[in-house]
């Protein structure tokens, strides 16, 4: 029974993915704080790449940098949810799950300005 239930969702249309996981990006943007400050700092770098004329190689590490940070957000997102389903009381083990997603978005939050200020500080100091 639940694999003729599981097997007729499946089937679904592609458009029906598209529409949950775009659904998926908007509630994450709405609802999760630091979804919304990488989405505004990602809109501060498009606003500056185009001001200072940066590389197309610029370009694309920049846009590598920001679907990479944006995802590992939202995966972050959904472990957190996943596990205060799972475990609505405080646990040791659910603890671990939450800090390390947390900690994957920190890593490349950290690096994404890392290289951030490598790309746009020469750029800055050239104008003075």
């Not at 969702?9 to 943007?29: M, R, V």
């Not at 989405?39 to 498009?46: L, N, T």
């Given at each position: 029974m639940f694999k003729a239930?599981?097997?007729?969702?499946?089937?679904?249309?592609?458009?029906?993915?598209?529409?949950?996981?775009?659904?998926?990006?908007?509630?994450?943007?709405v609802t999760e704080r630091n979804?919304?400050?990488?989405?505004?700092?990602?809109?501060?770098?498009?606003?500056?790449?185009f001001v200072l004329d940066i590389s197309k190689s610029e370009?694309?590490?920049?846009?590598?940098?920001?679907?990479?940070?944006?995802?590992?957000?939202?995966?972050?997102?959904?472990?957190?949810?996943?596990?205060?389903i799972c475990s609505p009381t405080i646990n040791k083990k659910a603890k671990l799950a939450k800090d390390?997603?947390?900690g994957a978005v920190l890593l490349a939050a950290v690096c994404a300005a890392?290289?951030?200020l490598w790309i746009f500080v020469p750029k800055i100091f050239y104008l003075f």
């Open positions: 239930k599981f097997k007729k969702e499946a089937n679904h249309p592609l458009w029906k993915s598209f529409y949950h996981a775009w659904e998926g990006i908007k509630e994450c943007l979804m919304t400050i990488h989405f505004c700092f990602m809109i501060a770098v498009i606003i500056m790449g370009w694309i590490t920049c846009l590598i940098l920001f679907v990479l940070v944006m995802s590992l957000e939202l995966v972050n997102t959904a472990i957190e949810t996943v596990v205060d390390c997603a947390a890392i290289i951030g």
